[in-house]
């Protein structure tokens, strides 16, 4: 119950093309979904994050999608660029806790 | 404003010996967060520590790993007589107060390769 999955594992899209990267969890008592980027050799950034009081949120290019019913949130990057290939983690965290559950990683590619 | 600071970057150790991992917050930090990736995985929470006290350990072996986070200096993960399952990417995280929301700032972490 204490798992996030993450699909796809590894995803290669065209440059200007949109990448959908899907998560779900089980735990209802999770309340914080951020999505992190991580480029080799570097340590995970935050990136964007949302609270299931709202279905999305956009930061820039990078959108989070939620569907507090289906127990699912998504990432999509719009105007894909080859700077963005990098392995993007999401994670889950519930009431102010420090811990957080991370999917498994996806590992995208935007060709140029 | 420095990031979180973790040294070595790369660290090779033999069986049996001992690992020592370093980690200095962000200033103005004082929560510590340590953090295992084992190939094609997320991360798994290992520690949390504040200034010499430990928070919350669950997440880390019971026997051959310690942390700690004095007073002065960073903070030690160390893993006695290792093994090649202890082969992995180390990563620390500092907040400047508890709870994900805050938001955590991530070294780049320490590749340990057991021989």
């Known amino acids: 119950q204490q798992q996030v999955k993450q699909s796809p594992q590894s995803l290669i899209v065209q440059k200007g093309g949109i990448p959908i990267i899907n998560c779900a969890y089980e735990?209802?008592?999770?309340?914080?979904f951020p999505w992190y980027q991580q480029f080799p050799g570097k340590g995970p950034a935050l990136l964007i994050a949302?609270?299931?009081d709202v279905s999305e949120k956009k930061e820039g290019r990078f959108t989070i999608s939620f569907n507090k019913s289906a127990k699912q949130f998504s990432l999509h990057i719009m105007d894909s660029q080859p700077g963005d290939s990098a392995t993007y983690f999401c994670a889950a965290s519930m009431d102010s806790n420090y811990q957080l559950i991370w999917g498994a990683g996806t590992k995208l590619i935007i060709k140029p | 404003n420095a990031g979180v600071m973790q040294n070595p970057r790369h660290l090779v150790r033999r069986r049996g010996q001992e690992a020592r991992l370093r980690c200095s917050p962000m200033?103005?930090?004082?929560?510590v967060y340590w953090y295992r990736q084992l190939p094609e995985e997320g991360l798994k929470f290992m520690v949390y520590?504040?200034?010499?006290?430990?928070?919350?350990e669950s997440g880390m072996p019971k026997e051959r790993f310690s942390a700690e986070f004095p007073k002065e200096g960073p903070s030690i993960l160390r893993i006695q007589q290792v093994v090649r399952g202890d082969s992995a990417a180390y990563f620390c995280?500092?907040?400047?107060?508890?709870?994900?929301?805050?938001?955590?700032?991530f070294g780049s972490g320490t590749r340990l390769t057991v021989v």
């Open positions: 735990n209802t008592a999770f309340d914080y």
């Open positions: 200033k103005g930090h004082s929560h």
């Open positions: 949302i609270r299931p």
């Open positions: 520590l504040q200034k010499e006290n430990i928070i919350d």
């Open positions: 995280a500092s907040s400047e107060k508890t709870g994900t929301y805050y938001g955590y700032t």
